[in-house]
């Protein structure tokens, strides 16, 4: 059973830090390419970043610089480290899988991935 479970979201002032888990089953986290996507009200999913099963990593123009995708290999978990956050992050940011491993990079694209989390909010004001 494939499992992906987000946690860490919450609401913080533009400038702000916040540190995003996605807690990941053994086999998927091993293997897959892994990416943080968001989505605001009223607008697509778009993925923000990506890691693939070499570690290579890819971001969205948008935050390039300011935030930091990397995986905890001691708990299994992929990692997004958001820094200067600024009002228009605010979304609900998902984790993801994709199995083939390696199609994340240089590019994310939605459709490629096979299983998402439930999510978790990132309000920035």
């Known amino acids: 059973d494939v499992q992906l479970v987000e946690s860490g979201g919450g609401s913080v002032q533009a400038g702000g830090s916040l540190r995003l888990s996605c807690a990941a089953s053994?086999?998927?986290?091993?293997?897959?390419?892994l990416g943080w996507f968001r989505q605001a009200p009223g607008e697509s999913r778009q993925g923000v970043a990506s890691?693939?099963?070499?570690?290579?990593?890819t971001y969205t123009d948008s935050v390039k610089g300011r935030f930091t995708i990397s995986r905890d290999n001691a708990k299994n978990s992929l990692i997004l480290e958001l820094s200067s956050l600024e009002p228009g992050d605010t979304a609900m940011y998902y984790c993801?899988?994709?199995?083939?491993?390696?199609?994340?990079?240089?590019?994310?694209?939605?459709?490629?991935?096979?299983?998402w989390g439930q999510g978790t909010q990132v309000t920035v004001s």
């Open positions: 993801a899988a994709d199995v083939d491993g390696s199609r994340c990079y240089p590019r994310i694209r939605i459709y490629d991935f096979d299983y």
């Open positions: 890691i693939d099963r070499y570690d290579h990593t």
């Open positions: 053994g086999h998927i986290y091993n293997n897959s390419c």
